[in-house]
């Protein structure tokens, strides 16, 4: 190429840019990443008279800015709503792809707001990322659901509302003791709304006895002749976790024999003993209870267990097993679709009254009371109906499609 071609081709070219930046490109033009507790902050200026748009795709945001020019590069930013950004140069348009490990949805995972543009200046975009942010939004429950291949049965279900009385469970942003009923009542209502029977294992701020064991062996020797149970519990972790650590988890007696395959919840408060193996030597039959389940020292009384149900309950323990893991995957996917809140899974663990229920039975975590936002959550009450609702409609589909029918 000549002199003189070179220069057509740069003319053509600064043609070309001038054509695709309608709007002024200053240098440099690059999100700002804030740390705040429980979310990532990301601010963004934009230059007087430009648009955007932005996709959530799962595991990334996506910031279109047509005709604006950028620096390609990544930048990892280790947080852990925010693994790092990836800018790109398109023809007509920049691109910045903002990585969120903790997912992003249309209703959840980020909160976009837009500042007007000052006198000379462009829009500000500030965008909040967190698993946190769910769907807190009012709920309408769809029309009552109706039985039909199970038709003519009724069906009895035991709500499980963990901790009570002298026992809080953890202690954040809310209390889990109260949570933990206040969505059960929730559940019940809509579940006898569906015709089905329900026992609480409380209806108050009450326990069976201070004593842990005493306590749990009486609300699973409620299950005996029902159909399923389904305990309700909150979650909480500790610094440096306590304001990231987010989300549900559906437990169930699995066939690993209880090993949690993520961290587990630690004792919110660390004055508080954890609970210890028991002196006495385990036998077969001695359930490692919750970790988050810390009893205080003076509830501890002279043991005097009632006498523990069968491991080995009136349908095999196998069938049992996967009976209850059907039935955590059902309600896992009502409780998604209801609150659009981030899943950390259907897992297996060693929780007492699932291995000793004697019916397909689980435990759900409803959320961390510790994280800022997700503890903000379990206060509302429109997220409390959406996750009743959701455990609800799991238990109603798994009766209605997976109970057994001999
Ligand atoms: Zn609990």
């Known amino acids: 190429m000549n002199r003189l071609g070179l220069g057509l081709a740069l003319l053509m070219l600064w043609g070309f840019v001038v054509w695709a930046q309608e709007v002024p490109n200053p240098e440099g033009l690059a999100p700002r990443i804030g740390d705040h507790p429980g979310y990532t902050r990301v601010v963004f200026d934009l230059p007087p008279g430009a648009t955007y748009t932005l996709e959530p795709l799962g595991a990334a945001l996506?910031?279109?800015?047509?005709?604006?020019?950028?620096?390609?590069?990544?930048?990892?930013?280790?947080?852990?709503?925010?693994a790092g950004y990836v800018m790109e140069q398109f023809e007509d348009h920049a691109g910045i792809l903002f990585l969120t490990p903790q997912g992003v949805s249309p209703r959840s995972g980020f909160k976009l707001q837009e500042?007007?543009?000052?006198?000379?200046?462009?829009?500000?975009?500030?965008?909040?990322?967190?698993g946190a942010f769910a769907d807190t939004t009012p709920f309408t429950p769809p029309p009552n659901f109706s039985f039909v291949k199970a038709k003519g049965r009724r069906f009895s279900v035991v709500l499980d509302p963990g901790h009570g009385g002298p026992d809080s469970g953890a202690v954040g942003l809310v209390v889990e003791k109260e949570v933990n009923l206040e969505v059960a009542k929730r559940v019940a209502a809509l579940l006898q709304s569906a015709g089905v029977e329900v026992i609480l294992t409380r209806n108050d701020d009450s326990a069976f006895s201070a004593d842990k064991r005493t306590d749990l062996t009486a609300r699973v020797n409620l299950a005996k002749g029902?159909?399923?149970?389904?305990?309700?519990?909150?979650?909480?972790?500790?610094?440096?976790?306590?304001?990231?650590?987010?989300?549900?988890?559906?437990?169930?007696?699995?066939?690993d024999n209880a090993r949690i395959v993520y961290p587990p919840a630690l004792p919110l408060l660390p004055s508080q003993p954890v609970i210890a193996p028991p002196a006495t030597p385990p036998d077969a039959l001695q359930p490692n209870l919750p970790s988050e389940a810390p009893i205080q020292p003076q509830e501890i009384v002279p043991p005097s267990p009632l006498p523990l149900p069968p491991v080995t309950p009136q349908m095999g323990s196998s069938r049992r097993m996967e009976l209850s893991r059907t039935l955590a995957s059902r309600v896992m996917s009502y409780l998604l679709s209801t609150t659009a809140a981030l899943s950390r899974g259907v897992r297996t663990a060693d929780y007492f009254v699932n291995k000793f229920a004697t019916v397909p039975s689980i435990l759900v975590e409803i959320g961390y009371v510790t994280h800022p936002i997700e503890g903000l959550n379990l206060r509302n009450s429109d997220y409390r109906d959406r996750i009743a609702y959701g455990i609800a409609r799991g238990v109603l589909e798994y009766l209605e499609n997976d109970y057994p029918t001999e």
Do not use: F, M, Q
């Open 226 to 255: 029902r159909n399923l149970y389904v305990s309700i519990h909150a979650n909480a972790t500790s610094p440096p976790r306590a304001d990231w650590a987010c989300g549900l988890e559906v437990y169930y007696y699995g066939p």
């Open 115 to 130: 500042l007007p543009a000052a006198e000379g200046e462009g829009k500000r975009l500030v965008i909040d990322l967190s």
């Open 62 to 82: 996506r910031l279109t800015l047509p005709g604006l020019t950028i620096t390609p590069g990544i930048t990892y930013t280790d947080r852990p709503e925010l």
